[in-house]
C-alpha cells in the first residue's frame, strides 16, 4: 500500500517534469525494451548522407522498423518516438534525452518528419534515435547518423 501511494503523488510529479510525458511504468527500466526492439532499425530518408541542401530550411524524414513509433509517454515494450540531434552529440544512455531547441528535437507526437529552420550554411551532422516514451533511448540503441550540407 505505502508503494501505490508512493506512486501515486510521484508520477504526476514526475510526468509534470518531463512536459506531461509519463515516466516508465512501476517495475519497469528506463531503455528495457523487448525482444521486438533488438532488431529495430531507424533510417534517415532525407536529407540523404552527403547531400547538398538549398536554403535554410531542412526537412527531415524518418522510416522505421522492428519498433511501432507512438507518441510519448507511452511504454508499451517494442515502442518508442524520434529524437533528433543536429550537431549535437547524444546524451548517455542512461539518461532521458534533453530538449535543447533547435539542436535537440524531441518528437513526441509521433511523427516521422520534422523541418528545422534557419540551419546555417556548411557541414552539418544530423543524429535520429528512438527512445522510449520516458526519452530513454532505446536498449540496444537505435540509431541513425548522416552529414549534409546547407548551400
Known amino acids: 500500500m505505502k508503494n501505490a501511494l508512493n506512486l501515486a ?25 523487448s525482444a521486438m526492439t533488438s532488431n529495430a532499425m531507424v533510417t534517415i530518408v532525407e536529407p540523404t548522407d552527403g547531400a547538398m541542401t538549398m536554403g535554410s530550411s531542412v526537412v527531415v524524414r524518418l522510416e522505421v522498423s522492428g519498433v511501432e513509433i507512438v507518441p510519448a509517454g507511452e511504454m508499451a515494450g517494442g515502442t518508442g ?46 543524429i535520429a534515435v528512438v527512445a522510449d516514451g520516458a526519452h530513454f533511448p532505446l536498449q540496444p540503441w537505435v540509431v541513425d547518423t548522416v552529414t549534409f550540407m546547407v548551400h
Open 9 to 33: 503523488i510521484l508520477l504526476p510529479l514526475a510526468a509534470a517534469a518531463c512536459g506531461g510525458d509519463a515516466p516508465p511504468a512501476e517495475g519497469g527500466m528506463p531503455g528495457a525494451e
Open 81 to 126: 518516438h524520434h529524437h533528433l540531434y543536429l550537431d549535437a552529440d547524444l546524451t548517455p544512455p542512461d539518461e532521458p534525452v534533453p530538449t535543447v531547441p533547435g539542436s535537440i528535437i524531441h518528437m513526441g507526437d509521433a511523427s516521422a518528419e520534422y523541418t528545422f529552420e534557419g540551419v546555417a550554411p556548411g557541414e552539418h551532422r544530423l
